[in-house]
Structures are given as structure tokens and as C-alpha cells.
């Protein structure tokens, strides 16, 4: 069974902080692999402003070059626009692979507006990877209010395929001040340089175009 963190987003545009915090999440969790699921679209978010899915995976895929990090639009092929979807689906799919979802503090904060976000927990473990400019408002969160009981040590990370659901880790990590935000803020049009990309798909092997 090979062990494989997902972490999903817009990836708009993916960047080295994305590399790092998987990287890191890698080495805590003893993981294989870990999967960016690069959304065709994320709900919370607004559609301006939203590079077009071939150029954030082909950015995606550059910035996970030499690292053990797939970058995906595998949500794409499976028609899945929530979390919760695509979770059932990769399950499915995928039934030698055991998975852990991965998730910034900032998500955290806000995982309550995910569509049936306990039934997330209950799909598979959790892992946060603590941002401090976070830390205050995920763990006066909704969602941290129901999960603090199935919180699990740190010391117990390399162990996540054995926890009983629903399961959670926090990680910290190193503050990174790199941000998607930041990186458009200062160009805007970054995705011109893959305007003309033609990707293929590391899981379903498709073009993405």
C-alpha cells in the first residue's frame, strides 16, 4: 500500500511554499508521494482572477519537478467539484493507496463552509499544517470545536494508517511568506507563459488543454 498525501487547491499560481509544506508533510508522515489536486475550480472562491486549468498545471507540475509530488487535475476527469467528492471517488479508484488529506491552517479555520466537512473526517485523516498568522482563529474554529477530541500527536504521524476515523495531526511548520495572492498581486498575468501549454495528466494520463 503506498502512502500518498493529497493537498488540494487553486494552485493560482502554485509556488515554492507549496513545495516546501508538502516536503515537510512527506518526511513527517512517512509518506510515498504527496498529490496536488489542482481544482478546475475551487467553490469558496471567485472564477476572476482564475488562471486557466492547463497553465496552473503545467506551472504546478514544474514547480513539483525532482520531488516525490504529483501534480493532478484529476478532479477534471472525475466531474468532482467538493472535496467530499472527490475523496469517494480517489478511494475508489485507487484501493491499494491509502490516503491522507492535507491542509493549511487557514483552511482549517474555515473548514466548517466545506460542503459535509465532518464526512471529510470521516473519509480519511486529517493533517494541518499549522500557519501562526492561523493558529488563533483555526483553533477558535467550528470545525476545531468538534475535531479537537480526535486530535493526535505529532510523535504518532508516521503512524496514520493504523488510526481509527475521523483522526487529526497538527503539524508545524516554519513560517513561509510566499503566497498565490502575493505572486499575482505582482503579476498578474503570470499564466501567459502557458498560455500555448498541452499537459499531460501523471494520473490519468490525459491531455489537459
Given at each position: 500500500m503506498q502512502r500518498i498525501g493529497l493537498l488540494g487547491g487553486s494552485f493560482n499560481?502554485?509556488?515554492?511554499?507549496?513545495?516546501a509544506i508538502s516536503l515537510f508533510a512527506a518526511k513527517a508522515l512517512a509518506l510515498d508521494e504527496v498529490w496536488w489536486l489542482v481544482s478546475p475550480g475551487n467553490p469558496l472562491k471567485p472564477k476572476r482572477?482564475?488562471?486557466?486549468?492547463?497553465?496552473?498545471?503545467?506551472?504546478?507540475?514544474?514547480?513539483?519537478?525532482?520531488?516525490?509530488?504529483?501534480?493532478?487535475?484529476?478532479?477534471?476527469?472525475?466531474?468532482?467539484?467538493?472535496?467530499?467528492?472527490?475523496?469517494?471517488?480517489?478511494?475508489?479508484r485507487y484501493p491499494r493507496r491509502r490516503f491522507i488529506w492535507l491542509m493549511g491552517?487557514?483552511?482549517?479555520?474555515?473548514?466548517?463552509?466545506?460542503r459535509d466537512w465532518r464526512g471529510i473526517a470521516r473519509q480519511m485523516p486529517i493533517a494541518v499544517i499549522a500557519?501562526?498568522?492561523?493558529?488563533?482563529?483555526?483553533?477558535?474554529?467550528?470545525?476545531?470545536?468538534?475535531?479537537?477530541?480526535?486530535?493526535?500527536?505529532?510523535?504518532?504521524?508516521?503512524?496514520?494508517?493504523?488510526?481509527?476515523l475521523p483522526a487529526l495531526v497538527l503539524l508545524r511548520f516554519r513560517p513561509d511568506p510566499r503566497?498565490?495572492?502575493?505572486?499575482?498581486?505582482?503579476?498578474?498575468?503570470?499564466?501567459?507563459?502557458?498560455?500555448?501549454?498541452r499537459v499531460r495528466d501523471p494520473l490519468t494520463r490525459r491531455m489537459i488543454v
Open positions: 499560481p502554485a509556488h515554492g511554499g507549496h513545495r482572477g482564475m488562471a486557466p486549468l492547463p497553465a496552473r498545471l503545467a506551472r504546478a507540475r514544474q514547480l513539483a519537478s525532482r520531488a516525490p509530488i504529483r501534480a493532478s487535475a484529476i478532479e477534471a476527469q472525475l466531474g468532482t467539484r467538493y472535496t467530499i467528492d472527490t475523496l469517494k471517488a480517489l478511494k475508489h491552517g487557514d483552511n482549517l479555520a474555515q473548514f466548517a463552509q466545506w500557519r501562526p498568522d492561523y493558529i488563533e482563529r483555526a483553533h477558535g474554529s467550528t470545525a476545531m470545536s468538534w475535531l479537537r477530541r480526535f486530535v493526535r500527536p505529532v510523535s504518532q504521524g508516521a503512524d496514520w494508517t493504523d488510526w481509527r503566497s498565490a495572492t502575493l505572486l499575482r498581486q505582482a503579476d498578474p498575468l503570470w499564466h501567459r507563459e502557458y498560455e500555448h501549454a
